[in-house]
T-cell receptor, first 112, second 115 residues
Framework: DAKTTQPTSMDCAEGRAANLPCNHS???????VYWYRQIHSQGPQYIIHGLKNNETNEMASLIITEDRKSSTLILPHATLRDTAVYYCIVRDPYGGSEKLVFGKGTKLTVNP | EAGVAQSPRYKIIEKRQSVAFWCNPI?????LYWYQQILGQGPKLLIQFQNNGVVDDSQLPKDRFSAERLKGVDSTLKIQPAKLEDSAVYLCASSSGLQRSYEQYFGPGTRLTVT
């Protein structure tokens, strides 16, 4: 079973920041937080990952709370092409299986 | 860099028939995964290969599903006989397997409809 909880759906206006929350209250010390997204009729796409520090790349920013029990994925200037299902996954990449355990994710709709 | 290739993209079969899916991972990627994604749900891992060996097949319904990766490159997933509940998108993914690479690269998937 997935170890994360996400809202089922969210809406965002084009050009505004999209903030997608994720709860992972049972995360262990070795587990990282990963975000993938899946655009309609495509396979999932990696976005970003982090352990405890905030991370930023060309796609998004990841903010992890100090207690690591929750995180927020930020798309700073959402476009229509960002409409997708966003998955938050916790995983220990250095111990055990490399598999990704997906939940149902958050369906983000970016509106014009 | 070419992505993960899968074929066919769509397949419709009747229950009790057999079907096979093909996947060609990114060149040089040692680890290959097959996921099943039922409508409205996230992908679920069926089987993971490291080169041509099976690492994890705990969620593969072995009475009807089989998979192979004979030369450590491309892979096939077979269902025989198919059931209605096998209707899903079958996704193939690969990763380099080096230093527990965090990125898995997914193909476009094969959409299977069992009638």
């Amino acid at each position: 079973d997935a170890k994360t909880t996400q809202p089922t759906s969210m809406d965002c206006a084009e050009g505004r920041a999209a903030n997608l929350p994720c709860n992972h209250s049972t995360i262990s010390g070795n587990e990282y937080v990963y975000w993938y997204r899946q655009i309609h009729s495509q396979g999932p796409q990696y976005i970003i990952h982090g352990l405890k520090n905030n991370e930023t790349n060309e796609m998004a920013s990841l903010i992890i709370t100090e207690d690591r029990k929750s995180s927020t994925l930020i798309l700073p200037h959402a476009t229509l092409r960002d409409t997708a299902v966003y998955y938050c996954i916790v995983r220990d990449p250095y111990g055990g299986s490399e598999k990704l355990v997906f939940g149902k994710g958050t369906k983000l709709t970016v509106n014009p | 860099e070419a992505g993960v290739a899968q074929s066919p993209r769509y397949k419709i079969i009747e229950k009790r028939q057999s079907v096979a899916f093909w996947c060609n991972p990114i060149s040089g990627h040692a680890t290959l995964y097959w996921y099943q994604q039922i409508l409205g749900q996230g992908p679920k891992l069926l089987i993971q290969f490291q080169n041509n060996g099976v690492v994890d097949d705990s969620q593969l319904p072995k009475d009807r599903f089989s998979a192979e990766r004979l030369k450590g490159v491309d892979s096939t997933l077979k269902i025989q006989p198919a059931k209605l509940e096998d209707s899903a998108v079958y996704l193939c993914a690969s990763s380099s397997g080096l230093q527990r690479s965090y990125e898995q690269y997914f193909g476009p998937g094969t959409r299977l409809t069992v009638t």
